[in-house]
């Protein structure tokens, strides 16, 4: 018997396969196919672990070499908790590609310190799971890499990318994941963040957005079209593929029909009763922004935080 639930909740994660791919969606969510790790993505989750557990330490002791020194660690725990991780580099006996790939991400971490000085900052929240209900029923939820809140007050969402900044034309995905928390800290708090600040390690960059109220409701109202359609494609079973170049980075190619794939048995009940009418695809309101028609295909990705690629939609690692 199939364990496969109608979907409940809303991550900026989940939303953006969606304004992909609704296929991609179905696949990861309903179906629940298994991907394998990258490397990319796997040195993103380990560089967030380390940025988080540098604040464990007193401030003045928040160092590059010792953020370098806590990776080969991190790493350790990383594999411990994910063994599946191991296979990355199952064919590199000598280590060559391990070492090299650990050097990356303390050059990363390294980067960090060009960009925003840790022994300046007390987060008061980090690596924060937040979760909140909307009057629809809706439920959107997330994990915030930081907060922090200043003397008076202000509260500033701050998210690390270890991929490069996107262009200015694919810049607004990553801007809807910022609005999506803020949205969801304000549903839960009542205070607007003061400052959405995305610090992109790949390319040493920081970008920030204040948003204001009317921008919330803005994200709100995409939010609600875009799980009204999300609903549809559950109750209906009609997940469309949309291809794009973004594909190069499917896991699902076997069983996506735009590929010569066939779907797996779709695990929920569709009542043969209802005659819906065919939904094609989600409206432009529910698409990523940036994905709208072909999104530019991502360099080489190294994020895990949906960051290269077109940084607002691939897949992300952290
Ligand atoms: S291969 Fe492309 S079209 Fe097919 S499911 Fe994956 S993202 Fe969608």
Avoid: N
Avoid at 30 to 37: A, G, N, R
Avoid at 130 to 157: C, N
Avoid at 226 to 245: F, M, N
């Amino acid at each position: 018997m199939s364990t496969s639930q109608p979907p409940t909740s809303l991550s900026p994660s989940r939303a953006s396969d969606f304004m992909q791919c609704p296929l991609l969606y179905r696949f990861r969510v309903i179906d629940k196919l298994p991907e394998k790790p990258s490397e990319a993505a796997t040195r993103g989750t380990l560089v967030h672990a380390v940025l988080e557990r540098l604040f464990d330490a007193p401030a003045g002791e928040r160092t590059a070499p010792r953020a370098r020194g806590l990776v080969p660690g991190q790493w350790e725990r990383l594999l411990a908790s994910r063994p599946e991780l191991a296979g990355l580099f199952a064919e590199d006996p000598g280590g060559e590609r391990l070492t090299r790939w650990l050097g990356e991400a303390e050059r990363l971490v390294e980067r960090w310190f060009s960009l925003e000085d840790p022994t300046r900052l007390e987060p008061v929240e980090r690596e924060l799971f937040v979760e909140t209900e909307l009057e629809s029923g809706l439920r959107l939820r997330g994990v915030i890499d930081r907060v922090d809140v200043a003397p008076t007050g202000e509260v500033r969402i701050v998210d690390y990318k270890t991929g490069k900044a996107p262009r200015p034309e694919y810049a607004e995905g990553a801007r809807f994941q910022m609005t999506f928390y803020a949205l969801v800290v304000w549903r839960l708090k009542g205070v607007v963040p003061r400052r959405l600040q995305l610090v992109y390690l790949g390319s040493g960059e920081v970008v920030t957005y204040d948003p204001v109220e009317a921008d919330l409701k803005r994200v709100e109202r995409k939010l609600l079209a875009l799980w009204e359609a999300i609903s549809h494609a559950t109750r209906t079973g009609d997940w469309r593929p949309r291809p794009t170049k973004l594909c190069g980075w499917c896991d699902h190619q076997a069983f996506c029909p735009e590929f010569g794939g066939t779907p797996p048995v779709y695990p929920l009940t569709v009542p043969a009763q209802r005659a819906e009418p065919a939904f094609s695809s989600p409206s432009d309101s529910a698409r990523a922004p940036g994905t709208a028609a072909e999104p530019s295909p991502g360099p080489a990705r190294s994020s895990a935080s949906a960051s290269d690629a077109p940084a607002e939609v691939a897949p992300e690692g952290a």
